[in-house]
């Protein structure tokens, strides 16, 4: 795909400097990395040398990371697949991956001192919760914004720009009060498909601070 938004690297990679190198090409392009480490180290309590340790240290902003034990791979590509199948223009289709079903991904078998590492490392697991299986997502991104965040943010800017190029390049736009009206009624118009889909209403997320949502755009 020559316009990606999610990169995902194979398992087998999952603890070598490719991933460094995915997630900083990513970081530099506004795309989202997710990727996923299978090694046994990664439960240590206080460990520091795997990459969801490294990863939890630097907090890279567009850097997702799953715990995914061999049994149980593909957990990154399955959320992935689950955010992009988001349709932005619809009525409350808005998503999050907290307590989903992750389609091709089993559970892992974790205990409570493993789950407490994970969540540690602000690392995502899959694990069963009740009597269906649970996606537990711990914060989503290092930084602390939520992945839902991150990609709603991803969209709104990115649409922001597309439909007031649009405007700009339909015809002449005024350096005046009422060239700025026009520009300012494209841009509530997105916000007010923003309230339809369900990503912003009136107050303030808890979830997320003005700082976070200033660093993620």
């Known amino acids: ?27 530099a392009r506004d795309l989202m990395f997710r990727m996923e480490c299978n090694l046994p180290a990664a439960l240590t309590p206080n460990e520091t040398t795997t990459r969801l340790a490294t990863f ?3 907090k890279p902003g567009r850097t997702f990371g799953c715990y995914t034990p061999s049994s149980s791979p593909y957990l990154a590509l399955s959320s992935a697949a689950k955010l992009g199948s988001i349709d932005f223009s619809g009525l409350n289709s808005m ?18 001192t493993q789950q407490s590492e994970l969540d ?14 649970a996606y537990i997502n711990n914060g989503g991104f290092k930084t602390g914004v939520w992945d839902d965040v991150r990609i709603w943010l991803d969209w709104f800017k990115n649409a922001v720009k597309i439909d007031v190029y649009n405007l700009l390049a339909s015809g002449r736009v005024p ?14 118009l997105i916000c007010d498909q923003d309230v339809r889909n369900n990503d912003i209403a009136p107050d303030q997320l808890s979830a997320i601070t003005q700082s976070q949502i200033a660093g993620a755009t």
Do not use: H, W
Not at 95 to 112: I, Q, V
């Open 120 to 133: 540690r490392k602000r690392t995502s697991y899959y694990i069963e919760q009740g009597t269906s299986n």
């Open 175 to 188: 350096q005046t009060a009422d060239g700025m009206a026009a520009m300012q009624r494209v841009i509530e």
């Open 95 to 112: 998503l999050t991956l907290n307590l989903t079903a992750m389609p091709g991904a089993a559970p892992a078998k974790l205990n409570t």
């Open 56 to 58: 939890a240290t630097s």
């Open 1 to 27: 795909n020559a316009n990606p938004y999610f990169v995902v690297l194979d398992t087998a990679l999952n603890d070598t400097t490719a991933v460094d190198e995915a997630s900083a090409y990513c970081e």
